[in-house]
């Protein structure tokens, strides 16, 4: 099968070199930065490059963009792709990049889904990606109602094949509500937490819940600008839940009422408790 990705970063490329590893699909790739694709050429990643005339070669094209410039892409190329082939994407936002992008696609034969690898490094770009970067992790596939079980199947398999851990099929709504909770709040309140002037002046007194709290504060503030506003709702809603349980510590501590504060973090730890029997099985 013939494979485009179009983008090489960090999540591009680091599918052209699983799919390198593990599979022997011809990987042909797009990315507007030559020394990117010469470095993908040179290691083995993909090979070939290709312009965007040559989309019509590919079966399944994976688009390892920001979401706008994901839509955009397809919306400026959408007759190049191959009719009857797959394109998928790779971001963390799905309903406006399937409501944007599948009906363009289906006036043109062509069947979009949305998808997002559940993996990333605190780095971006080509030069650190990796071949066992989705070892293990959740590949999410969003079908819609039209979307043929065929093209799910297909992804399914695929996911297996670079050692993805599961393949989880949800709705597009469903993922961009779970994810403001299980990624984008996290981001937020990572970033957010650094900025306490203690930050500064914690040499010695750190151990390894600082560094599980902070990892994610070092980001791209423009991809995950462009992810939250994608989500604004269902983030607004989270980053609400958050800050109302903040401030029950912050008043039971103000208020001297042990008891408040006792209960309120038994809550939190039994949540915890339940959540590791829930999906440790």
């Not at 006036?107 to 780095?123: D, K, L, Q, S």
């Not at 990796?130 to 079908?143: E, K, V």
């Not at 599980?212 to 269902?234: G, H, I, P």
Request: proline letters at 2%; hydrophobic letters at 40%; glycine letters at 8%.
């Amino acid at each position: 099968m013939n494979i485009a990705v179009v983008g090489l970063g960090l999540i591009g490329g680091s599918f052209c070199k699983a799919l390198k590893k593990n599979t022997f699909h011809r990987i042909l790739g797009i990315d507007t930065n030559k020394e990117t694709i010469e470095k993908a050429l040179a290691c083995g990643a993909i090979d070939e490059e290709i312009t965007v005339d040559g989309l019509s070669e590919a079966n399944l094209t994976i688009i390892c963009l920001y979401p706008e410039a994901i839509v955009n892409f397809v919306k400026e190329n959408a007759s190049k792709f191959k009719k009857g082939s797959i394109v998928i994407d790779s971001c963390g936002v799905k309903e406006y990049v399937v409501n944007e992008c599948s009906p363009v696609l289906d006036e043109h034969g062509v069947i979009f889904v949305g998808t997002h690898p559940m993996a990333g490094r605190e780095f971006s770009g080509f030069d650190f990606a990796t071949d066992n970067l989705f070892d293990g992790a959740s590949f999410i596939i969003t079908p819609t109602d039209k979307t043929p079980q065929i093209a799910v199947d297909l992804l399914q398999t695929l996911a297996g094949s670079i050692s993805f851990g599961k393949a989880v099929v949800s709705t597009p709504q469903k993922h961009d509500e779970v994810i403001a909770y299980t990624s984008q709040l996290a981001h937020i309140v990572s970033n957010a937490y650094v900025k306490s002037p203690a930050m500064l002046n914690y040499d010695g007194f750190s151990a390894g819940s600082f560094q599980d709290l902070t990892r994610v504060a070092k980001l791209n503030e423009f991809m995950w600008s462009e992810l939250f506003m994608c989500n604004k709702e269902a983030l607004l809603k989270e980053i609400n839940c958050v800050l109302n349980s903040i401030t029950e510590y912050r008043d039971a501590i103000e208020n001297g009422d042990l008891d408040k504060l006792i209960a309120i973090l038994r809550d939190g730890r039994e949540l915890k408790e339940k959540s590791l029997l829930l999906y440790n099985k």
